[in-house]
């Protein structure tokens, strides 16, 4: 736990690139998905990435190993979806602990791998937690304000499931990532803090909300000041924003941030904004230049691309951070 502190003390540690823009380079049909084991499975499959990680797990290896081979420091593991809420679009919330185990298994396998033939530079791996597809604050339902799809404790419980399997599958931390309903998050923070204290152990936590749009906040209203306070009750690796947003776009959140917490800030935005058929169109170079001038202003300790992102952005991301000293930060957890 110590070294992931000790190297941001050193550096601006670069987050790897999307991994589903990866993996839908590769065209896989409902076939591939399924592979031998699922091929009679009652629903279709097509478009659950993390269960690639189990049918297809060389491809998800080699996604990490390029990404880490363009300069990225931490890998996020293929388990976006990877909680049972998430995994009942596709019938599958029995397979949640293997999936997220097993993703993780594959990641650790990479960051070792690449870390013994470069040393100097140690490689990390962030289990990924994503927001699911509910909202515990906020009604799906015009009709019915008070109507809540899911509860807090189900959500609790789900997160709860996933952080022990990527614990057990080897992640040197935690990511709740892509928040836009920061109830959802600190049922996920309630969560890793339960399992951290029944297994007596400590994990890093790195949290990262969406500002959804101009307004400037998240889908459940908070502004990127009142979304800071609302997770710094529990200690963090880091606090940040990624998706939604490109990252000219982003910069003032994370100034409205960057100055509030001494802990790490992450930014790790989209290639800019999808256009009509929602791809991506930022080249790698103008998102570096715009991911420099958060570096001119010493906003972030973490940097990484989200939406649309590939190698060659984390590529010239890592280039044009290895020019910048990290900002100062972590000064109340490196000896923890």
């Given at each position: 736990m110590n070294q992931i502190y000790k190297e941001l003390k050193k550096r601006i540690l670069i987050l790897d690139g999307a991994m589903g823009t990866?993996?839908?380079?590769?065209?896989f049909t409902e076939e591939d998905f399924r592979g031998e084991r699922f091929k009679d499975h009652p629903s279709p499959l097509k478009g659950n990435n993390d269960l690639l990680s189990i049918t297809q797990p060389e491809a998800v290896k080699e996604v990490h190993r390029k990404y880490f081979l363009a300069g990225a420091d931490i890998v996020q593991t293929n388990t976006f979806s990877g909680t049972t809420v998430a995994m009942a679009d596709y019938q599958m919330e029995d397979l949640v602990t293997e999936l997220n185990y097993e993703s993780a298994k594959i990641a650790r396998q990479v960051a070792d791998e690449i870390t013994a033939k470069e040393p100097h530079k140690p490689r990390f791996v962030a289990g990924s937690m994503g927001p699911t597809n509910r909202t515990a604050s906020m009604s799906?339902?015009?009709?019915?304000?008070?109507?809540?799809?899911?509860?807090?404790?189900?959500?609790r419980i789900a997160y709860r499931q996933q952080a022990e399997a990527l614990i057990d599958g080897g992640v040197d931390m935690l990511l709740v990532e892509t928040i836009f309903d920061t109830l959802n998050a600190k049922a996920?923070?309630?969560?890793?803090?339960?399992?951290?204290?029944?297994?007596?152990?400590?994990?890093?936590i790195m949290v990262s909300g969406t500002i959804t749009?101009?307004?400037?906040r998240t889908l459940s209203g908070q502004t990127a000041e009142a979304f800071l306070i609302s997770v710094s009750h529990i200690p963090l690796l880091s606090v940040g924003f990624n998706c939604a947003l490109g990252a000219n776009l982003m910069r003032p959140h994370l100034e409205a941030i960057a100055s509030k917490t001494d802990v790490a800030i992450s930014a790790y935005p989209n290639a800019g904004l999808p256009n009509a058929f929602g791809e991506y169109d930022e080249t790698p170079e103008e998102m570096k230049s715009q991911i420099e001038q958060y570096l001119d202003k010493s906003l972030v300790n973490i940097v990484g691309g989200c939406c649309g992102t590939t190698p060659e952005y984390i590529s010239e991301i890592a280039k044009v951070a290895a020019n910048y000293s990290p900002r100062p930060c972590c000064t109340s957890s490196v000896n923890t």
């Open positions: 990866m993996l839908q380079q590769y065209k799906p339902d015009v009709n019915d304000p008070g109507y809540r799809a899911i509860t807090f404790d189900e959500l996920a923070l309630f969560a890793i803090d339960e399992v951290k204290t029944e297994r007596l152990i400590e994990i890093p749009d101009a307004s400037g």
